[in-house]
Nanobody
Framework: VQLQASGGGLVQTGGSLRLSCAASGRTFSDYAMGWFREAPGKAREFVGRIYWSSGMTYYEDSMKGRFTISRDNAKNTVYLQMNSLKPEDTAVYYC????????????WGQGTQVTVSS
């Protein structure tokens, strides 16, 4: 199983970015896909998740409204659309896969850096 995260970069405050997570190596229809982030000096933080089969999403409260997770079944890819970005959103963003939609993420991508300048 491989998860390849991409789409990070440098953006100004108020800007937008869309991160992608390309999944390969098995069928993910019974998985939940999560997004996490880790800022310098801080613990890894849950952003949200999407259940691959239903498309149902769940977000950390502080992420609601600005972040949107979606998936493209044909491309086996999950997206994280981030709008109205703030400097405090600066972090390495990771995607991860949880079998059967449970709480444990067995597979992780390599992370992609997002930097929001003030």
């Amino acid at each position: 199983v491989q998860l390849q995260a991409s789409g990070g970069g440098l953006v100004q405050t108020g800007g937008s970015l869309r991160l992608s997570c390309a999944a390969s190596g098995r069928t993910f229809s019974d998985y939940a896909m999560g997004w996490f982030r880790e800022a310098p000096g801080k613990a890894r933080e849950f952003v949200g998740r999407i259940y691959w089969s239903s498309g149902m999403t769940y977000y950390e409260d502080s992420m609601k409204g600005r972040f949107t997770i979606s998936r493209d079944n044909a491309k086996n890819t999950v997206y994280l659309q981030m709008n109205s970005l703030k400097p405090e959103d600066t972090a390495v963003y990771y995607c991860a896969a949880a079998p059967t939609g449970g709480p444990t993420y067995d597979y992780w991508g390599q992370g992609t850096q997002v930097t929001v300048s003030s």
